[in-house]
């Protein structure tokens, strides 16, 4: 009797131990990855983001104070920084592959200034994160473009622009699955209508293409 | 039947000693990586002033900031939380802005690693550039000792504590910068964080808490820094 109450206990004991390691606590729905082979070899995936949707956030940071950061000396070929800062627009969005499920979220962070400098931050959660930086739509130029179709702030809108980005955004970072690829990420946008409150209606096509880095 | 119920017996309470072994397990319960002595430090303060916006599945008692910020409850995305803050050098001087998406880890397992999740900032100073910064941290000691007895038992709250949850992935256990544009284009470097609880009740959840993200770049290479010169 004795015996079987210990057996008992160790079974419990290691049995809740194993548990605890083999569990798999965290897990995420993995959708397949819609990607396709590109001629010249690499991987194309687009993401979308549908608007007024997926927008999480939105805003533009203009009320930081600057100043310099880390004592950092730029290395030979870095862009030296601007005596006088442009805000940056700041964009969250869910982001969706091509059949439209939810796999992600995206962070974009843009001067204001027309071509700006964008940086965006992709996280799969399933899949790993990407980071890319580039030239990316300021929403001045879209604004503007907008204008020149005939709309009019403060009414609404509808109809088609379509507005490449004015240049490819390079990955400067990839972790797990994406680890070790050389991405590109080219922007469209397709603006189908626009709200009484400025809000965007349409979708961001997010064209990426990935290859081998050597 | 008499021998069935003493093995089960016997399970049970192996079970439970298990569970006290887990709870307590020095494995999972320690601090991580502190602040290197020549990092520069971005603090923020949570909720406020710092934090401009903070959307998850409404885990953990958080506030949704602003209220009507769209939740991420997606199967895709379920357990992520993004948060948007303002960083400075103190409270109320915010010299970057930050989106932080954090992810709970595939790899978290409550006897070998803890409760794991991976951080991934993108931080942005205008007119300098930006920093792809990321780090693996261990919240269970922020759970074991905090969110688990108030929030949950509803235990009285010990006061002000420390939490350095950065334990990866780079280098000595450090978080790590990994890209960067602008005028930090081609810097790698470390990076970790801390946090300093100093209210947290089981009603409010986080009421108080000072932040800070720490990044140390690595030297220049001798010729990089004599050209920089």
Do not use: C
């Not at chain 1, 990420?185 to 349409?202: C, F």
């Not at chain 2, 020095?26 to 990092?39: E, F, I, K, V």
């Amino acid at each position: 009797m004795k015996r079987l109450f210990v057996f008992g206990l160790v079974v419990g004991f290691a049995g809740t131990l194993a548990g605890a390691y083999l569990f798999p606590w965290v897990s995420y729905t993995r959708y397949p990855s819609e990607t396709s082979v590109v001629a010249n070899g690499g991987r194309a995936e687009q993401f979308v983001i549908r608007l007024p949707a997926d927008r999480i956030e939105s805003h533009v940071a203009t009320d930081l104070a600057g100043g310099t950061m880390l004592g950092a000396a730029p290395l030979e070929g870095a862009t030296p920084p601007s005596a006088e800062p442009a805000p940056a627009q700041v964009d969250h969005y869910k982001l969706r592959d091509r059949a439209g499920n939810v796999v992600g979220i995206a962070a974009r962070h843009a001067v204001t200034q027309d071509p700006g400098a964008t940086a965006w931050l992709l996280a799969v959660p399933s899949r790993g994160a990407l980071m890319l930086a580039g030239t990316g739509q300021s929403a001045a130029a879209i604004e503007a473009m907008l204008v020149e179709r005939g709309w009019t702030r403060g009414e609404t809108w509808t109809g088609e622009l379509v507005v490449p980005g004015p240049g490819a955004a390079g990955s400067v970072a990839a972790t797990r699955e994406f680890a070790g690829l050389e991405v590109e990420l080219a922007e469209l946008w397709t603006i189908t209508g626009v709200e009484a409150d400025g809000e965007l209606r349409g979708t961001i096509e997010l064209n990426t293409v990935g290859r081998r880095g050597t | 039947m008499k021998y069935l119920v003493v093995w089960f017996l016997g399970a049970v309470l192996g079970a439970v000693a298990a569970a006290a072994a887990l709870y307590y397990n020095p494995l999972t319960s320690g601090a991580g990586r502190g602040r290197a002595s020549d990092a520069d430090t971005l603090a923020y303060r949570f909720p406020e002033p710092s934090v401009v916006a903070l959307s998850h599945a409404e885990q953990l008692g958080l506030p949704s900031i602003p209220d009507d910020v769209p939740l991420l409850w997606e199967s895709g995305i379920a357990g992520t939380m993004l948060g948007v803050v303002n960083l400075g050098a103190d409270a109320g001087a915010a010299r970057a802005i930050a989106s932080r998406i954090s992810v709970p880890s595939m790899r978290t397992n409550l006897l070998l690693e803890g409760v794991l999740v991976d951080d991934y900032w993108l931080v942005t100073m205008p007119g300098q550039g930006s920093l792809f910064v990321e780090t693996e941290g261990n919240y269970w000691p922020l759970l074991k000792d905090t969110i688990i007895p108030v929030g949950f038992l509803k235990r009285p709250w010990a006061g002000t504590a420390e939490y350095r949850p950065t334990r990866g992935p780079g280098p000595g256990r450090s978080g790590e910068l990994v890209g960067a544009t602008g005028r930090f284009a081609g810097r790698t470097g470390g990076a970790s964080e801390s946090l300093v609880l100093e209210r947290y009740s089981a009603e409010g959840g986080f009421e108080s808490l000072r932040g800070e993200l720490s990044i140390a770049l690595d030297p220049l290479p001798v010729d990089e820094a004599a050209a920089a010169e």
